[in-house]
């Protein structure tokens, strides 16, 4: 499951830097994550360092639009870090 920014981001820039994918960007109006780059920081910690570091309760949820199960997110992962 790749995760989602709500529409309740303050905008801190604190889930950015912690991104290990490089999934987070700013959008429009407020952080946005890229549902392709998204492991949910499988392969890389224990939990989403994004949900870990934001200030603001339920602001980084699971994205129902990209329902992923723990094997597909690894396996983005390894792709993503050129290890297929």
Do not use: W
């Amino acid at each position: 499951m790749a995760l989602l920014i709500t529409t309740k981001c303050i905008n801190c820039d604190m889930c950015d830097p912690e991104c290990p994918n490089e999934a987070i960007t700013m959008g429009d109006e407020f952080y946005e994550i890229n549902p392709d780059r998204c492991t949910e920081c499988k392969g890389h910690y224990d939990k989403p360092t994004c949900q870990s570091v934001c200030p603001i309760t339920n602001c980084i949820i699971t994205d129902p639009e990209h329902i992923e199960s723990d094997d597909e997110l690894l396996e983005k992962f390894v792709t993503l870090q050129g290890l297929a």
